[in-house]
Structures are given as structure tokens and as C-alpha cells.
């Protein structure tokens, strides 16, 4: 199974709130350090949702494609949200199960991963910054 589809290639190229929010109410920096990618999610968040996301990312094509993904729907998204979508993706890579519904559906692109888990982490690092920024301190 081929691991770099155009479509995940496609994803990685036109990834969505790239930059950052000047005054945002949290800022996650993570880095993963099996494979060096690193994200930085910027969160303005009104009602505990995610009212305005800007990230930057440096990653491989597949934690790109993650990335491009999740942005395109994070607005609207609350903790319980970005949760159960991280154990959805996470659940898809580790145990093969199905991917996230839609609007996350796009996840399924991801699939040829799975067997590459060293890749799992850069997959995984937008979700889990997107996450941590959702918990209240």
C-alpha cells in the first residue's frame, strides 16, 4: 500500500489557518520526538468552542495532511469534540477500526499509516495540541 497518495499530498499543500493569533487564549507548542514534526495551535475559544484557530506546522506530509484536515472543521469544535476525534483517529491507526464520521472523514486518507507507526505521532500531534488547548488550565 502506497503511504503517500496524491491526495494526502494534495492536503499537505493547502493546509487551512496557517499563521498565528496574536492574542489568543492558549498556544500549545508540541514536538514529537520520534519523527521531529512539531505544531503550534493558536485557540480563541467563546462558550468552551473553538471560535478562531490559526497553527503553524512543520511536519512530514502525513502530520501536514492531519493538520489539513482537522483545520478545516475545528471552528465549532469544543473539548468532548476534539476528544472523541482523537480517539476516533488514534482507534483507526492503532486497532484498524473505522475512521472518523464525517466532517473528519477525510482521516480515511490517512489509512495506509497504520502499518507505519512511527508515523503515528505526527498524525496524531495536531489532534492532541488541539486538545490540550480545549482543557480548561
Known sequence: MKLYTEKILKLATEIPHIGKI?????VVSLRSPICGSSITVYINKVSGKVHEFKQEVKACALGQASASIL???VIGLDLLGISALHSSVKD???KNLSAPPPP????ELLRPA????????????VLDATRNALQDD
Open 104 to 107: 473528519f472523514s477525510n482521516y
Open 22 to 26: 496574536e492574542k489568543a487564549d492558549r
Open 92 to 94: 483507526m491507526l492503532e
Open 71 to 73: 483545520a478545516n472543521n
Open 114 to 125: 497504520i502499518e507505519f507507526k512511527n508515523r503515528h505521532a505526527s498524525i496524531m500531534l
